[in-house]
Every structure is written in structure tokens, then in C-alpha cells.
């Protein structure tokens, strides 16, 4: 049981780390001119951006945490701590991608809703 849970978190770590998600930082793309007060509503939209998902990486490394520990319970108390590392870790992993992605479009969503011409 172990081998196949290492190989499924293996697989979901390469997959995450393939993510092709835009970090909030990473420039905006426009489809026009910049308008007034850009650079302020970005400098305001990005700081909001940033708050989004705080606190969602931990929970979701927590309960892998409490998941691949249970799955490691079935076979030994060392297989346990095993379990539970790698689940926080893949938890963790894909809770990250998750909050950039949702940081991202927030970004740009809340750019778009100023008024100004961004596509990404």
C-alpha cells in the first residue's frame, strides 16, 4: 500500500510542479492602452490579490497530513509518519498552485473591473 501511495505522491508533485500558473507578481497583459490611476489600482489590486487563500496552504497540508497518515496506519507506526509527511507535503503542494491561481484571477479580474484592458 505504501509503494502505490509513494508513487501517487510522487506523480501529483511532478504534476504540480509542471503547473503552468502566472504568479501574482508576473506583469499584466493588455489588450490596450494603460488608463489613469493604473498603476495605483494595480499597486491596490495586487496587495488584495496577495490575501487571497491565507491560511489554505496549512489546512490543506494538515489534512494530507491526516490522510497519509491513516493510509500509513494500515501497515506500521513508521509507515504512519511516513504517510503523513509526504500527504502534508503533496497537500501543501497542490493547495499552493490552487492559491496562485486564484490569486492570479482575482488580479486580474479586479484590474478589469477599474476599467483597464488586461487579459492576463
Given at each position: 500500500m505504501t509503494g502505490k501511495?509513494?508513487?501517487?505522491?510522487?506523480?501529483?508533485?511532478?504534476?504540480?510542479?509542471?503547473?503552468?500558473?502566472?504568479?501574482?507578481?508576473?506583469p499584466l497583459q493588455?489588450?490596450?492602452p494603460t488608463g489613469t490611476h493604473f498603476e495605483a489600482d494595480e499597486a491596490q489590486c495586487r496587495s488584495m490579490a496577495r490575501q487571497v487563500g491565507q491560511g489554505y496552504?496549512?489546512?490543506s497540508a494538515a489534512?494530507?497530513?491526516?490522510?497519509?497518515a491513516l493510509v500509513g496506519?494500515?501497515?506500521?507506526?513508521d509507515k504512519a509518519a511516513v504517510g503523513a509527511l509526504l500527504g502534508a507535503v503533496t497537500g501543501a503542494a497542490i493547495a499552493d498552485a490552487q492559491v496562485k491561481q486564484?490569486?492570479?484571477?482575482?488580479?486580474?479580474d479586479c484590474m478589469q473591473q477599474a476599467g483597464h484592458p488586461v487579459v492576463g
Amino acid at each position: 500500500m505504501t509503494g502505490k501511495f509513494l508513487t501517487l505522491t510522487a506523480l501529483i508533485l511532478l504534476l504540480t510542479a509542471c503547473d503552468e500558473t502566472v504568479p501574482v507578481n508576473a506583469p499584466l497583459q493588455l489588450n490596450g492602452p494603460t488608463g489613469t490611476h493604473f498603476e495605483a489600482d494595480e499597486a491596490q489590486c495586487r496587495s488584495m490579490a496577495r490575501q487571497v487563500g491565507q491560511g489554505y496552504i496549512q489546512q490543506s497540508a494538515a489534512l494530507g497530513g491526516v490522510g497519509g497518515a491513516l493510509v500509513g496506519a494500515t501497515e506500521s507506526r513508521d509507515k504512519a509518519a511516513v504517510g503523513a509527511l509526504l500527504g502534508a507535503v503533496t497537500g501543501a503542494a497542490i493547495a499552493d498552485a490552487q492559491v496562485k491561481q486564484a490569486q492570479r484571477d482575482y488580479l486580474v479580474d479586479c484590474m478589469q473591473q477599474a476599467g483597464h484592458p488586461v487579459v492576463g
